[in-house]
């Protein structure tokens, strides 16, 4: 049997990114992002319906997030859904899917300024991937095409 387990998501932090660290001194943050979606009615109404999703990111790449991201800010998330389970403190079971994010990219915050000094661009990452070779690529690419520009 074939299965295959992808998402792409774009839309907006609803809060600020939430950082703590396992007990081993694993960075995890929880990104907790609202999605749009306008669409028209069967009588022609312009209607618009948000999904609110939480994106898990770890490691170097939670780090960043908290750094630079912060309520409002837009993103692009690449990933795959997660399910996991857990027993709270009334002994309820609960359960959850989440985005497990494998690749977060910096849109830009609402109202914030395009122009950005090619210096202050190259200081703030737009990207991350798991894969440090994929991320050095990427920012090579990046310092190249500010320079072109």
């Known amino acids: 049997m074939a299965s295959y387990n992808k998402v792409l998501l774009m839309g907006n932090l609803t809060k600020d990114p939430e950082l703590r660290y396992t007990p081993q001194g694993t960075a ?13 009615s069967k009588d022609q109404e312009l209607k618009e319906e948000v ?3 939480t994106a898990v990111v770890w490691n170097k790449q939670a780090e960043t997030c ?3 991201l912060h309520k409002g800010s ?3 998330v690449e990933g795959r859904l997660q399910s ?5 403190n009334t002994g309820a079971k609960r359960s ?6 494998e690749r977060v990219q910096f849109m830009g915050a609402p109202g914030q300024a395009k122009a950005q000094s090619p ?20 920012l090579a690419e990046s310092e190249d095409e500010a320079h072109e520009g």
């Open 119 to 138: 210096a202050a661009s190259a200081a703030q990452p737009e990207a991350l991937s798991e894969e440090s070779s994929s991320e050095s690529t990427w």
């Open 51 to 53: 999904c609110f999703i």
């Open 74 to 76: 837009s993103i692009f």
């Open 66 to 68: 908290n750094q630079y």
């Open 96 to 101: 959850v899917i989440e985005v497990r994010a």
């Open 84 to 88: 996991r389970s857990w027993e709270d």
């Open 28 to 40: 995890v943050a929880n990104l907790r992002l609202a999605v749009n979606r306008k669409y028209r």
